[in-house]
């Protein structure tokens, strides 16, 4: 949804000195190069163990260094002036007696994404022809010759992504030509040197993602042909630096994940309005007080950025006049009021995490494609405008007092729609099934509502679904089967619905490619799975190598494809709890309070990610499949109350991650494993199996624990009251458990809620709750 607009910037200067640089190329050289120039460049060469250059033309039997790879001769004497090795594995450092250095005449050095490590020679400081110097993308380290400062002709210097560590030498402030700076990605510190206000040429400053520490110039004026300002991804602190918008030219500016606080204001008697600025981001700050109503002045405005902030009070109306915005988002501030109805016209809008009570209602279709208003205080029905807007893709009303139906006509809104999040609201009826033309849903999340009826069959067209979360409603139908052809669907929580049926279904393919997480616990499943059944689940069989994958893996890993950013609960470690970000290689099987029988499936075991798996709470029989120890990354794991029996895997023992187990209230024989994570666990998690043994050590830390935690004023009485309590609830049999077991006990990190409802002081015996 937002585009990472520095990218563009950043490289569009790159292009611009290169395209210069690459027309300098094209013409021949009128003079052949010189032998000193020649012997050094091949000197430079035999510096690296690494070769990666063009063996024809870097070799002596090619006279004519001035047609060499990424060499560039002057006309008339012959002279190497420019160097570009960009994309070159030289994996090596630059050493201060490189032969590079003789090169006395070179103006353009270009060794950018070249597996340069080490430091950068103070050698550098006496090629004082140079006007640009790109050593970007490598792996430099240590501080910045201060012999930087003698380059006096430079315009152009990036030292971008790379280790160098320090503060700005003072002497970068002698660079009275430079116009670009680039020094982003590193890990510089301590202040911004006076000096860097003698460089009044700069139109492209970035320091971004680095630790300084200080305060902006207090005039930020002098760099008056600034036109990009990037110092995002530091601590600067103080007040909004409200001088630099005085600056006429300045287009881009980035102050975001910093220490800034006060409030911001633009208008001054001093001062005039940057009558170009397009990019203003101050997200993740200290700002506060009210949005200004200057804020409008800002005509050629495109990005607006001021997330994550303290600012109060209602959206000035005067943001209306920006017509040219495309971006807004105000997301985890503490604004309020109505929203106004002028910014259904801008394509992306992020409200979230405020406490907005009302919307304005357009009064034509709307130009929105991206609207996210979760968790705030908006009321009433589904919001019908939205129906008629045709290039909807990105919809989040989620965790708000919405109620009613979900319309029909939502469905003129779906074609491009890629996310519909309705979650924790109070919509009821039933979810249309509206979805035979969302080809691009990815996810839909409506758990948490009182919806009922039927499943959309219409889903089985949403080729490209990934996420599915219906959780917490009253869903009656059989369970969707269809579900597994969906070829990327990696997130399915059904939980909590009134779901019934066999989940497996003979004669039907088992399908479900890419699925790493499953919740249907809570419903009325019934039936055996075979064997086999996981066989074909191969989303989380596999841990995932990053060394191996291809560039589209890259392109979707980067853009957040491997990941789901939605929140999902989910029981993990005994505790129910919402994940607000969930890894694809997070895997979960949940099929607790069901109706399922028959044997485990060996075929489990081939969940390599695999989690959590929670099959507490059936009916199933025989022996704990031995394939279970091959789920190397498992950290939860409860079969408690089904009819289980034969011994533990000893294997299970082995487990180094396995902290939360409950094998409870099964037909369980045969000595417990002697792990230490079994070890660790309470007398709980295998209680009620009258074959085991081996609990000794296990029990007796228990009791130490208690005693050693037991409330001054607990009488035998009481503990005598919760043993009796705990009898009772085994009593009445494992349906009436599971439900104070996983709807309460699991719901809570600790026992205030059983002290509430029972009186009782300890319940660590029955929860297990690590």
């Not at 030289?90 to 070179?106: A, C, D, E, H, I």
């Not at 309020?336 to 995490?353: A, D, K, Q, Y």
Request: aromatic fraction near 10%.
């Amino acid at each position: 949804m937002k585009t990472p607009r520095h990218c563009y910037c950043f490289s569009g200067i790159i292009t611009i000195y290169f395209s210069l640089l690459i027309h300098t190329l094209a013409s021949p050289p009128l003079h052949p190069c010189l032998q000193d120039q020649r012997e050094a460049l091949l000197e430079f060469r035999d510096e690296f163990p690494v070769d990666d250059l063009d063996p024809s033309p870097w070799n002596k039997s090619s006279i004519d260094c001035c047609f060499w790879k990424g060499v560039k001769c002057d006309d008339r004497s012959g002279q190497v002036i420019s160097l570009n090795l960009s994309d070159t594995f030289l994996n090596g450092s630059l050493k201060t007696n490189s032969s590079l250095f003789r090169l006395q005449y070179l103006r353009h050095l270009i060794l950018s994404y070249c597996d340069l490590n080490g430091e950068i020679p103070s050698s550098l400081g006496n090629l004082s022809r140079l006007t640009l110097v790109e050593l970007s993308h490598n792996d430099l380290v240590g501080a910045i010759p201060s012999s930087v400062g003698k380059l006096n002709q430079l315009r152009y210097l990036s030292l971008a992504a790379n280790e160098l560590t320090g503060q700005v030498p003072a002497s970068i402030g002698n660079l009275n030509e430079l116009q670009v700076m680039s020094l982003s990605q590193n890990t510089l510190n301590g202040t911004i040197p006076i000096s860097l206000a003698n460089l009044t040429k700069l139109y492209h400053i970035s320091l971004r993602s680095n630790n300084f520490t200080s305060r902006l110039p207090s005039n930020m004026s002098v760099f008056h042909n600034l036109e990009h300002f990037d110092v995002a991804a530091n601590s600067f602190h103080g007040s909004f630096p409200k001088s630099l918008f005085a600056i006429s030219w300045l287009q881009v500016v980035y102050l975001e994940d910093n220490q800034f606080t006060g409030p911001i204001e633009f208008s001054s008697p001093c001062f005039s309005f940057s009558p170009k600025l397009e990019i203003l981001y101050l997200a993740r700050n200290k700002f506060d007080g009210p949005i200004p109503e200057s804020i409008s002045k800002f005509l050629n405005l495109q990005d607006l950025d001021l997330s994550r902030n303290s600012f109060r009070g209602p959206i000035p109306r005067s943001i209306s006049k920006l017509d040219d915005l495309r971006h807004l988002d105000f997301a985890k501030n503490k604004l309020e009021g109505e929203v106004p109805s002028c910014l259904w016209n801008f394509p992306t809008v992020m409200l979230s995490h405020n406490f907005f009570g009302s919307f304005e209602n357009p009064s034509e279709e709307t130009l929105i494609q991206a609207l996210d208003l979760n968790s705030n205080s908006f009321r009433g029905p589904f919001p019908h405008w939205i129906c008629k807007n045709k290039g909807l893709s990105f919809l989040d009303l989620s965790n708000n007092l919405f109620n009613g139906s979900i319309p029909p006509c939502l469905r003129n809104s779906i074609d491009y729609l890629t996310d519909l999040i309705l979650h924790n609201n109070s919509f009821s009826g039933s979810l249309p099934d509206i979805f035979s033309n969302a080809t691009e849903l990815r996810m839909i999340d409506v758990g948490l509502n009182h919806l009922e009826g039927k499943f959309p069959k219409s889903l089985i067209n949403c080729k490209s679904l990934k996420f599915v979360n219906m959780e917490n409603n009253k869903i009656k139908d059989k369970f969707p089967s269809w579900l597994g052809s969906l070829p990327s669907l990696i997130v399915l929580s059904l939980r909590s619905n009134e779901f019934y049926g066999t989940f497996y279904q003979r004669n039907v393919p088992i399908g479900f490619p890419r699925l790493c997480i499953i919740d249907l616990s809570h419903n009325d499943l019934s039936g055996i799975l075979p064997p086999s059944y996981f066989s074909n689940w191969l989303g989380c069989t596999e841990i995932f190598d990053f060394t191996k994958m291809t560039p589209t893996d890259k392109m979707m890993l980067d853009t957040g494809d491997f990941r789901i950013r939605t929140p999902m609960e989910m029981v993990n470690k005994g505790v129910e709890m919402r994940y607000e970000q969930i890894e694809k290689d997070f895997g979960v099987i949940n099929l607790a309070g069901n109706r399922f029988y028959g044997k485990i499936p060996e075929s489990i075991g081939i969940w390599k990610e695999l989690r959590l798996l929670n099959l507490s709470c059936n009916a199933f029989t025989n022996d704990i499949p031995r394939s279970l120890a091959n789920l190397t990354n498992l950290e939860t794991l409860d079969l408690s109350n089904n009819k289980l029996s034969g011994q533990i895997p000893q294997d299970l023992g082995k487990l180094s991650f396995l902290s939360y187990m409950n094998f409870s209230h099964n037909l369980l024989s045969g000595p417990v494993p002697r792990g230490t994570q079994f070890q660790s666990q309470n007398c709980s998690s295998f209680s009620d199996n009258l074959g085991l043994y081996g609990l000794e050590d296990i029990c007796r830390e228990n009791r130490v624990l208690d005693t050693t935690s037991q409330h001054p004023d607990e009488s035998p009485e009481a503990k005598e009251q919760m043993f009796n309590w705990i009898a009772a609830a085994i009593a009445y049999g494992p349906g009436v458990l599971c439900g104070l077991v996983i709807g309460h006990i699991f719901a809570s990190t600790n026992q205030e809620w059983f002290t509430e409802k029972f009186g009782l002081r300890k319940i660590r015996v029955l929860t297990s709750a690590r």
